[in-house]
């Protein structure tokens, strides 16, 4: 798997996956069993959607053939899967249009300039695309990818060395995250939540307490007023206490934790059709209305359905054999992996000859 930067120039591939959650990944490794190239993108900043950012400690117990994982057990799982394929990443891009072109490829366009063209498109975006939750202070839009980060995935690319550092969220993902700022070697970190108690394993809590303890990080509980900035440079965040008196907290850097919510977001104005936000398909193919776009997951509709993952990975599969055959306009063969030397060569598993 690659990752890819946002780029203007279009990018060519066979499908591109739209959502990288549990069923869009497995999407790209039924593709891969056909033989097609994919590129994965997803508003988040990693792979595994509602599982990587709802419960990712949460065990799950209805996976054909394991009895118990959790959610970040069964992404890392899915990742491995897909990893023979390759596919390339477009990960904290969120697509933005889609449009037909004169040849039939699918041109789409994500909020940070990159351009992909398809011959056909799935799309696995759930609910819609997880959008973290906005915190609601006056100029903070200005300083966002400056001097505000919400949910950075990795901090080493941030500018945290010698800032005044904030963390600001209470669930697993602010607490490892204030920890994790200590390797950038910043002037300070602050953990800010409403209250000071967080969800978080045990073990984790005893590192920031451990932290807490020896001054390195100060946990603050607190809810934010008003920013005070320099253009985009944050330079103090005004804060109110849980007796209600002010507070002024000097601030360089502001990662911002607060979760994320399901937006049903651009795909409205693509002009498919909706039935209660979710897009109508065929149960033989999962084909919307428009040839060459297809619906997998949560996004659809149709007679019967039920949102399990289970029952994404069928829809993930009929899909990929329909696009197989939407794409060469003839039959797909059947074959099978514990028979096929084709697809066993794909996956990289073919046996060595004697």
Same mark, same amino acid.
């Given at each position: 798997m690659t990752s890819a930067p946002a780029c203007?120039?279009?990018?060519s591939t066979d499908v591109a996956v739209i959502g990288a959650g549990p069923v869009g990944m497995?999407? $790209?490794?039924?593709?891969?069993?056909?033989?097609?190239?994919s590129h994965l993108i997803d508003a988040l900043p990693h792979l595994g959607g509602q599982c990587a950012e709802?419960?990712?400690d949460k065990p799950i117990y209805d996976i054909p053939g394991i009895p118990v994982c959790t959610g970040a057990e069964l992404v890392q799982r899915l990742r491995q899967q897909m990893a023979p394929f390759?596919?390339?990443?477009?990960?904290?891009?969120?697509?933005?249009?889609? $449009?037909?072109?004169?040849?039939?490829?699918?041109?789409?366009?994500?909020a940070t300039g990159t351009t992909l063209r398809a011959k056909a498109v799935v799309i696995a975006a759930g609910v819609g695309s997880f959008v973290p939750k906005a915190v609601k202070v006056d100029g903070i839009d200005a300083l966002v990818g400056h001097s505000v980060h919400y949910h950075p995935a990795d901090l080493a690319r941030l500018p945290l060395r010698g800032q005044q550092v904030l963390v600001h969220?209470?669930?697993e993902l602010a607490v490892q995250a204030a920890i994790d700022?200590?390797?950038?070697?910043?002037?300070?970190?602050?953990?800010?939540?409403?209250?000071? $108690?967080?969800?978080?394993?045990?073990?984790?809590l005893a590192q920031l307490q451990s932290h807490q303890a020896a001054g390195r990080i100060r946990v603050l509980a607190a809810q934010p007023l008003a920013l005070q900035a320099d253009g985009t440079a944050l330079q103090a965040l005004d804060v109110s206490l849980p007796d209600?008196?002010?507070?002024?907290?000097? $601030?360089?850097?502001?990662?911002?934790f607060q979760g994320i919510s399901p937006k049903l977001g651009p795909v409205a104005d693509w002009g498919l059709?909706?039935?209660?936000?979710?897009?109508?398909?065929d149960t033989g193919t999962f084909v919307t209305e428009a040839p060459g776009i297809y619906a997998v997951g949560d996004i659809n509709h149709y007679p019967g359905k039920r949102k399990l993952i289970v029952c994404g990975f069928h829809e993930a599969t009929l899909a990929a054999f329909s696009i197989a055959e939407y794409l060469t306009d003839k039959p797909v063969l059947l074959q099978y992996t514990t028979s096929s030397s084709h697809l066993q060569n794909l996956l990289g598993v073919a046996p060595s000859a004697p």
């Open positions: 203007s120039a279009p990018l497995f999407q $790209v490794f039924q593709l891969g069993l056909q033989g097609l190239r709802l419960y990712p390759a596919p390339t990443l477009h990960l904290g891009q969120q697509v933005q249009t889609l $449009v037909q072109e004169d040849d039939g490829q699918w041109l789409l366009g994500t969220g209470g669930d700022a200590l390797a950038q070697a910043p002037a300070s970190v602050t953990l800010m939540h409403r209250r000071e $108690v967080f969800s978080a394993p045990e073990a984790l209600g008196s002010p507070h002024s907290l000097p $601030v360089q850097q502001w990662l911002v059709e909706l039935v209660k936000k979710q897009l109508p398909v």
